[in-house]
């Protein structure tokens, strides 16, 4: 009798996860193709070719990209070649690439860069908050950029309990900011589970010295995090769940939720255009290409650009869009002076006008 039942439940739950799993293939868009949408005077930043998962931009039009990210699941092209940070400067016509030297004392070999936020003091000194995976493991680390020698200085490492998974950060002050975790578990088997299953289990947390709590929960894989231009909202990408929710940022830095877009594609990272306040989403518009990476039928690139985005009918529109054959794995799109620059997980970075 009990041999029965265990096997009946064992029945339920496989046909539970098989009808979790079907439902995945259709969230996760198997089939999905993508139409091409071309920007103008388009050309591919030379010597970025694997990765620049994450771009900041300076307002004088220094960016700094984080390339070869090895995250698991994910396609990476040098697997054996640690992170690095590139300087580009985008006054230039035609931008160079520098990668930044890293000196006091860090750990390069084991640099996993993802996630970056700049924070400028009262003094106008800019430092770098980069999220770092080492040994898949996630830090806080804080460099100080030198803009004379071009190069970054260590500064410090910032370790929590809750600071697990970590994809993304956007600071405010010293050691103070929001950073959204992107998977409960930390098990890489385990986290594919909790992706199929579609489990909500992520959350986005607040840090600072004296403080560190959780702000807002219910996410599947909170991706990327920004703020309004009026620094008033936050918007947070649920990747997985392919949306972007808009929350109200309190005086407790608690977050709670005004509302939630959907975009039918997964969003990864979220920028906010200078100039306007419009909202530009990097978005994978096929999973399933993006874990079973073919580069025969590799996953393409989607840039989804959110107007009005208080107002009762915010307009989404398609920016870029590309198969695959020129940029693959989109994860960020950043503004600049009339100029777009497009980030990718793993393959390389484009540079157009809009
Ligand atoms: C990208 O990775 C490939 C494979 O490891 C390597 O041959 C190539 O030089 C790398 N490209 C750059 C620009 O780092
Ligand atoms: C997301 O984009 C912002 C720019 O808005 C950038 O600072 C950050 O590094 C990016 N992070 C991730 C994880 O994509
Ligand atoms: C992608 O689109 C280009 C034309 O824009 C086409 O030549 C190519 O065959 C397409 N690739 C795939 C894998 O569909
Ligand atoms: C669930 C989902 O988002 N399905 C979409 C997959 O892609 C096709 C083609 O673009 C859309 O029509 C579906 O809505």
Known sequence: MGKLVALVLLGVGLSLVGERFLEFRERSNASREVESVELENCHLIEEIENGSEDIDILPSGLAFISSGLKYPGLPNFAPNEPGKIFLIDLNEQKPRVQALEISGGFDKELFNPHGISIFIDKDQTVYLYIVNHPHMKSTVEIFKFEEQQRSLVYLKTLKHELLKSVNDIVVFGPEQFYATRDHYFTNPFLSLFEMILGLRWT????????????????????????????????????????????????????????????????????????????????????????????????????????????????????VYANNGSVLQGTSVASMYHGKILIGTVFHKTLYCEL
Not at 204 to 225: H, M, Q
Not at 274 to 295: E, F, Q, R, S, W
């Open 203 to 318: 959350y986005v947390l607040f840090y600072s010295p004296r403080e560190v709590k959780v702000v807002a929960t219910g996410f599947s894989s909170a991706n990327g995090i920004t703020i309004s231009a009026d620094r008033k909202y936050v918007y947070v990408a649920d990747v997985t769940a392919k949306n972007i929710h808009v929350m109200e940022k309190h005086n407790n830095w608690d977050l709670t939720q005004l509302k939630v877009i959907h975009l039918g594609t997964l969003v990864d990272n979220l920028s906010v255009d200078p100039a306007t306040g419009d909202i530009l989403a990097g978005c994978h518009p096929n999973l399933m290409k993006l874990l079973l990476y073919n580069a025969d039928d590799p996953p393409g690139s989607e840039v989804l650009r959110i107007q009005n985005i208080m107002t009762e009918k915010p307009r989404v529109s398609t």
